[in-house]
């Protein structure tokens, strides 16, 4: 079976963020980036597969240069080949931009599997994996834990509300991962030597069938107008705890009036 | 909370993209499955063996040599590997070093076919662990004096006596036995000692201090009979042992920084948020900042220092003196980088919430094993000079 990986390459959820000037983005200056930890997930997946029944991986991402490093890592766990899709030079492109052009490049290539996380960590706007199985004709299955391979189709284990759904699902498809469906593995040094020398196919919108004029700036459908930090957090208040009734009759006192949430 | 690293003049740039991506496999491996249990390790007295298979499943031992299927890491990379293991614990940082530097080096390099086919996969799969048999009670900073001595009988050798200090030690399924043939007047040979043998038994050193997460025993041999195909065909003399012990050494110069990577950043966290006089930070405080521009600066000498080294060791260049001078200054520093630590940190600078008395005693040991730091000053005496000042010409 081939694997389509879908890797988004974002800010490392530690890094502190800050807002650039003009206020619609960030300080990229200082930003840790890292291979979004739920795209891991869909990666091991795809590996542990390959593992078990032969096939190919590929390591798909759109973004511009420095994510060539989160593909390597891709490369250095284990996939086959990776392909980056340029963003230079497009300006702010939105998530259906970015699911038009991943399925772009994908439909030029041998796929059974395409998987990705539920969400990168960078927007977080988890729309991806429905857009992009609508664009490639395909169906899908999101927010996946756990999975059974049968001939031509997979069980996908969800866990809902109180309860755990079991999806069958015919393959072709497009499998959402999250956390729980599996432990991604440490890259090796021999998979970080070996990759190396292998090369990052490098593309163009264009490659991908997609005019960039329709995807980008005036033909995103979400723009952003302005991003805020949340506001600093206040100092916490202690309860002096030495008489107890006294305590609790304060801290009622300090939800239903000062914090307002009784 | 992941680790950033301590990069205060740009020596990222002096990196490549592989050297990078080694070090930060490394990196998180310490952080989220070093970190976390090596507190207690240290404390219970227990070397952390779960973490093996991964660190081999990783391809930490041996990572240097590029026959048997390993990864061939240059200089700098396998440097950068030390440095990131040393954050987590110098114990840890031994077992690799013992494992790759003075079992895998050694058998690869002086070893027969038999022995490389036989023990290289196992030691780099992590199925086998190795240690290595130099030091002996009474001889340390002189191991030519050893008196362990193997004699020939028949188509074997048989052994007779004691190693001491030997990381692994007591877990080791082989290990490298440096002895003298004949008498004591005999040259060193390299003996593949296994576990099981009968004479060779492994008692721990009890009551250890320092290195707690680590395994130190001593090696004792009683008529054991080592198979002459146990030897090391490829080397004889005390030039074998001492070239095993410049490569580990040139681990632990960047090991050093590690450490002191270590206790720089639990201290510096540490003082932003420490509070003391009109609810001011402590990192506000001059004599605390006095000690942060210490820290940085020989920190960042010693990345510098270990950077050329690593480069002059893959271009053939580096000497044993040079890796004297950089195993002595980084190991100082990281010490007087803990000392400076554990001021800062005040009381809880002494207990195991915090990295730093770990560091604080694990270093004690490094500071003093692979050549103590009073003996690389004297092999740096003699480099300048000419004059070899432990073991001076008689007149």
């Known amino acids: ?262 | 909370m992941s680790f950033s690293g301590v990069d205060f003049l740009g020596i990222e740039d002096m990196l490549s993209e592989d050297e990078r991506a080694v070090r930060d496999l490394v990196r998180a491996f310490v952080d989220e499955d070093v970190l976390p249990i090596i507190e207690e390790c240290a404390y219970e007295g227990r070397f952390p063996v779960e973490l093996v298979p991964k660190m081999a499943a990783m391809n930490l031992f041996g990572s240097t040599i590029s026959e048997y299927g390993l990864p061939g890491l240059n200089s700098v990379a396998y440097g950068l590997m030390a440095q990131e293991l040393e954050r987590g614990d110098s114990g840890l940082r031994s077992f690799v070093s013992v494992q790759s530097s003075l079992v895998m080096y050694p058998i690869y390099t002086y070893g027969s076919k038999e022995q490389k086919d036989r023990w290289i996969p196992a030691l780099a799969r992590g199925e086998s662990i190795g240690c290595f048999g130099l030091t002996e009670p009474d001889f340390g900073s002189n191991p030519a004096g050893m008196r362990t001595v193997a004699k020939r009988d028949g188509n074997d050798w048989i052994l007779n006596g004691a190693k001491s200090w030997i990381t692994n030690g007591s877990i080791a399924d082989v290990a490298l036995v440096w002895a003298k043939v004949g008498d004591v007047n005999g040259p060193v040979r390299g003996f593949l000692v296994e576990r099981g043998m009968k004479g060779f038994t492994a008692p721990e050193h009890r009551m250890k201090m320092s290195l707690r997460a680590s395994v130190t025993s001593q090696l004792v041999f009683e008529d054991v009979r080592v198979p002459a195909a146990s030897v090391l065909p490829g080397v004889e003399g005390l030039k074998g042992p001492l070239s095993c012990l410049t490569q580990a050494r040139y681990g632990i110069s960047w090991g050093g920084l590690g450490s002191a990577m270590a206790t720089y950043t639990c201290a510096l966290d540490y003082a932003k948020s420490r509070k003391q006089f009109k609810d001011r930070p402590i990192a506000s405080h001059q004599l605390v900042q006095a000690k942060f521009a210490f820290m940085i600066t020989e920190i960042t000498k010693g990345q510098l220092l270990a950077l050329r080294l690593g480069r002059m060791r893959d271009a053939g260049t580096m000497k044993p003196e040079h890796v004297s001078m950089v195993k002595r200054n980084n190991v100082w520093v990281a010490r007087e980088c803990a000392k400076l630590a554990r001021e800062i940190l005040g009381a809880n600078g002494i207990v195991g919430e915090y990295p730093v008395f770990r560091h604080l005693a694990n270093i004690e040991s490094v500071f003093t094993y692979e050549g103590t730091h009073d003996i690389h000053t004297l092999v740096l005496g003699q480099a300048v000079t000419g004059i070899p000042s432990y073991n001076p010409p008689m007149e």
């Not at chain 1, 991943?102 to 439909?107: M, T, W």
């Not at chain 1, 969400?119 to 994996?129: E, F, H, I, S, Y």
């Open chain 1, 1 to 262: 079976m081939n694997h389509i990986v879908c890797i988004a390459y974002v800010p490392d959820t530690e890094t502190k963020i800050r807002i650039a000037a003009g206020g619609v983005s960030i300080d990229e200056a200082d930003v840790k980036w890292i291979v979004s930890p739920y795209d891991e997930y869909a990666l091991e997946g795809a590996l542990q597969m390959k593992e078990a029944k032969g096939g190919t991986v590929t390591a798909l991402t759109f973004g511009p240069a420095r994510a060539d490093t989160g593909l390597r890592e891709c490369l250095a766990r284990g996939a086959d080949d990776a392909i980056r899709i340029a963003s230079e030079g497009l300006g702010e492109v939105d998530s259906l931009g970015v699911a038009r052009l991943l399925a772009g490049a994908i439909k030029a290539l041998p796929h059974d599997v395409v998987w990705m996380g539920n969400k990168g960590v960078g927007t977080d706007a988890q729309v991806l994996v429905p857009m992009l199985a609508e664009l490639l004709d395909l169906p899908h299955v999101n927010l996946v834990t756990k999975l059974e391979w049968k001939d031509g189709a997979v069980l996908a284990y969800r866990e809902i509300e109180g309860a755990r759904e079991i999806v069958e699902m015919p393959l072709p498809g497009v499998i959402g991962a999250t956390k729980g469906l599996n432990e991604p593995r440490y890259a090796s040094l021999k998979g970080i030597m070996a990759a190396k020398k292998k090369a990052i196919a490098v593309k163009t919108p264009a490659d991908a069938g997609v005019d960039p004029v329709t995807v980008a700036g005036e033909a995103a459908h979400v723009r952003w107008t302005k991003l805020e930090l949340p506001p600093a957090r206040q100092a916490v208040k202690l309860v002096p705890g030495d008489d107890p009734a006294k305590a609790a009759t304060e801290l009622l006192r300090l939800l239903r009036d000062e914090a307002k949430v009784l």
